[in-house]
């Protein structure tokens, strides 16, 4: 009796030693999407069906609160195993100097790389070439996108059927004569946020600078060897002159009139902005259906075509220091294959990222309208990481001094030369002295 009491004992002890090592993995996974939570949830309940692998999906939105939270984590050595992140290629380089994010490089197979766009991948890698610009140790990839975007003009199809309009602007002119037509008929033609330091300033002007540039001649602006004086960079410019001369632009146009607020109202007929309004309408203004999307029309004598302002959205990483980093691998590649992109995308109304999902997103959808034009985007790549930065302020500025004709193209030009040259030799020195 003494001896199967101690097998029983022996076996209990066995048994309760396997329950402990049996319990399953949980992974945290922080993000600040307060339209994406409940979507990301039940992709992780899914992942969990499959793997046995708990992922518990925490929101700390807004964007700004979920940035001071994430780096106090990072002082404090608390970041959790999986990650969001944003493309800002300094704030991002930060982390990855300091150890933070774990190299996927090993992990993506042939499979999974190819199933997303590599010009995406290397928004998130560090080359050979880029360590000593931005001082990271060891060339990798260290973050993947979980959606993408892309700019457009919106238009309004009840106020576009009101001013006798049909089709879309193919040209610049045709685009200017719509214009025309919507104000002769009492309708604000455009919006888009042309004041302060908001982006949208600039990314509009660069699908043109990229249209009479293209990229090479982009790139030799953006690091100084063309010129802003350059007759082709000041066509660039004259399109807000165009615009306002047009009248084109809405009453307080650069005094911060917001599109979100007036475009779902039928109060203006067209709108600059991004892909992922679409979501945001979902949430905001669910009833609203009265609108299409069209590219930005080309100037006759532009040679290169547009470029939209574009390409990865949201996007995940791995804390390098966690426990789980197997596990947490695992889920990202969950999180970027096809059925979990296409529930997210259906949810979410965001562009995936996965290109399989892309091909079976529901033909005829607003959203699916901005993937024939995901090839032709910009974001980031061509801009010279040191000053471009503090260009783009200074570009910001000007356009807004176009629009209210306070100064010519011409005149802006010639200032822009000015403020590269300056802020040039700020960064890097006079220039007699460099090699």
């Known amino acids: 009796m003494k001896r199967l009491a101690g097998l029983l004992l022996f076996a209990y ?9 049996a319990e399953p993995i949980k992974l945290v996974y922080w993000h600040y999407f307060t339209d994406r939570d409940a979507v990301l949830k039940k992709i992780a309940a899914d992942f969990e069906k499959q793997t046995g692998i708990q992922v518990d999906v925490q929101n700390y939105g807004p964007p700004e609160a979920y940035d001071r939270r ?40 042939k499979e999974w790389r190819s199933s997303i766009p590599e010009n995406y991948l290397r928004g998130f890698t560090f080359t050979a070439d880029d360590l000593s610009v931005y001082g990271v140790k060891k060339a990798g990839l260290y973050g993947l996108p979980v959606d993408a975007n892309c700019m457009a003009i919106f238009y309004n199809t009840k106020l576009w059927e009101k001013a006798g309009l049909k089709g879309t602007p193919k ?18 033609p455009f919006v888009a946020h042309f004041y302060g330091q908001q982006w949208e300033n600039h990314t509009f002007w660069m699908n043109y600078a990229f249209a009479y540039l293209g990229t090479k001649g982009f790139t030799d602006l953006a690091f100084g060897r063309v010129k802003f004086s350059d007759p082709r960079v000041v066509k660039s410019f004259k399109i807000f002159a165009d615009m306002r001369d047009a009248k084109l632009f809405i009453n307080g146009i650069t005094g911060g009139i917001l599109g979100e607020d007036i475009f779902p109202q039928n109060k203006v007929a067209m709108w600059w902005f ?15 259906q009265d609108f299409d999307v069209f ?34 691998v695992k889920f990202v590649k969950y999180l970027t294959s096809k059925a979990p992109q296409l529930l997210y995308a259906e949810s979410s109304q965001n562009i995936p990222v996965n290109l399989n999902a892309r091909k079976e997103m529901k033909a005829g959808s607003k959203l699916a309208k901005f993937v024939p034009w995901m090839g032709s985007l910009f974001y980031g790549q061509y801009q010279n990481p040191t000053l471009w930065g503090e260009m783009l302020s200074k570009i910001n500025i000007e356009i807004q001094s176009i629009i209210m004709g306070e100064k010519t ?13 300056r802020i040039d030799i700020r960064f890097n020195g006079p220039k007699e002295g460099r090699q």
Not at 173 to 182: C, I, P, T, V
Request: proline share 8%.
């Open 274 to 288: 991004g892909s992922w309004e679409i979501g945001v309408w979902k949430q905001t203004a669910p009833n609203f």
């Open 171 to 188: 040209t610049w002119d045709e685009f200017l004569s719509a214009g025309r037509k919507l104000r002769a008929a009492g309708i604000d």
């Open 295 to 328: 590219y930005p029309p080309k100037p006759a004598d532009a040679t290169n075509p547009c470029l939209l302002p574009g390409g990865p959205g949201a996007a995940i990483t791995v804390n390098a220091n966690g426990k789980n980093t197997e596990a947490a």
């Open 70 to 109: 994430l780096n106090a984590a990072t002082r404090g050595k608390a970041l959790p195993d999986l990650i969001t992140i944003t493309l800002n290629i300094n704030n991002y380089a930060a982390y990855v100097r300091g150890g933070h994010f774990l190299d996927l490089t090993p992990y993506m197979d």
């Open 13 to 21: 002890c066995i048994l309760t030693v396997t329950v402990v090592f």
């Open 409 to 421: 193209p011409e005149q802006v030009c010639k200032f822009l030369d000015e403020e590269y040259e």
